[in-house]
């Protein structure tokens, strides 16, 4: 590995500006800070303190943690916690967006923070810089989501099968209306199950109404506003999907406020991370993934490879299923759907509108009248 010394007699400046360049210190002129980082980059230059510093990043390209996140990002933080302690390895949290120099390579960002690897969260507008990071050759895996590059490490669950199975469960029962709360911001998970959703209704040859189809940011606020939305329609549903469980936790609770009786009147199939849907009354019927799990094996495998653990594979691609669990939010259908207004106040149901009649001009009924004849 260069030193600071090589890399400033072959860029041509003092040390000093290679300090302050690799420390992205803001007074350097641009060419002379391209110079000097395709300088470092070619000697794959690392710090001293960088070299035995034991840390991983849990890297995010955008925002850290946005609300909409849910609760997936906790349990995974915990479970990476918990994978660092064998090789005594610590954890910090990065904005790639807010914190990387448009100049600088991944690596060079990530070495100049004091990462030893990375844990990326990303999404689906956010799967390049995945390719760009695994062409440097930085030591990553990302988590909830799969790519079919081999280069690139992923740690994620499935979720499509039983997210099937969670809307078959509804259709069995006898629901015809079923609603679907899904995630605003696109990934693999999430888009498994909106695809589930889909083919488990075309499989029962049941329609998907796309009016009971809600997509906003996973919150407690929005899944309460999702439910006052669609209990309001002239034929609001009896069941629905939701996809996160944050999104559950809110709309559970504006059933509570709006009187709705779950799951007698409303059933309802949420989403789970972690142990969520055991502190829910009544306990709830989720489709359900393990966030801590996926930190934890992907801090272990990182720390294991950058710490030097003989037979780490070089390369990890691990999936495993979610499970679905039957709880206490599902049952068949009232005999009558419910509509209810946000105050409480309930109202009829209004009866599906009857087509409307066919007129054929006169002139068109005259000819196929005609028609009619001759063909006779």
Not at 50 to 60: D, E, N, P
Not at 169 to 188: C, E, F, N, V, Y
Not at 320 to 332: A, D, K, L, S, V
Not at 334 to 352: I, M
């Amino acid at each position: 590995m260069a030193s600071m010394r090589r890399i400033a007699e072959r860029s041509g400046v003092s040390v000093a500006t290679v300090s302050r360049v690799l420390n992205n210190h803001p007074h350097v002129d641009d060419k002379t800070r391209q110079r000097v980082l395709a300088e470092a980059e070619l000697a794959r230059y690392v710090s001293v303190s960088q070299r035995t510093q034991a840390v991983l990043g849990l890297v995010y390209p955008e925002d850290i943690v946005r609300a909409e996140y849910g609760s997936f990002d906790m349990a995974l933080l915990s479970g990476m916690l918990e994978g660092v302690n064998e090789q005594r390895y610590d954890v910090k949290i990065v904005s790639i967006r807010r914190d990387k120099s448009p100049e600088e390579t991944y690596s060079q960002f990530f070495s100049r923070k004091g990462l030893r690897g990375v844990i990326l969260r990303t999404f689906e507008h956010t799967r390049r810089v995945v390719d760009a990071i695994a062409t440097e050759g930085f030591p990553a895996i990302v988590i909830a989501d799969r790519f079919d590059d081999p280069r690139i490490s992923y740690v994620c669950t499935d979720s499509y099968d039983d997210s099937h199975r969670a809307v078959r469960h509804l259709l069995d029962l006898g629901h015809r209306r079923i609603a679907m709360l899904t995630h605003a911001i696109a990934d693999t998970d999430h888009n498994d199950r909106r695809r589930a959703f889909t083919a488990a209704h075309a499989a029962a040859g049941v329609p998907v109404v796309p009016e009971l189809v809600i997509t906003s940011p996973a919150s407690p606020e929005n899944g309460a506003n999702a439910i006052t939305h669609l209990m309001g329609l002239p034929q609001p549903p009896t069941a629905v999907f939701i996809t996160d469980p944050m999104a559950t936790i809110g709309a559970m609770r504006r059933c509570l406020e709006m009187g709705i009786k779950v799951p007698r009147e409303l059933s309802i199939v949420g989403f789970d991370d972690s142990d969520i849907r055991e502190h829910t009354y009544p306990s709830c019927t989720a489709v359900v993934q393990d966030a801590r799990w996926m930190g934890l094996e992907a801090s272990r495998w990182l720390s294991r490879l950058t710490g030097g653990v003989q037979d780490t594979p070089p390369v990890m691609q691990m999936v495993r299923h979610t499970r679905f669990e039957i709880n206490h939010t599902t049952c068949p259908p009232p005999a009558t759907a419910v509509r209810v207004l946000p105050d409480g106040v309930r109202l009829p149901v209004e009866s599906p509108a009857a087509p409307s009649p066919v007129r054929i001009p006169a002139s068109a009924a005259g000819q196929s009248a005609n028609k009619e004849t001759a063909t006779r």
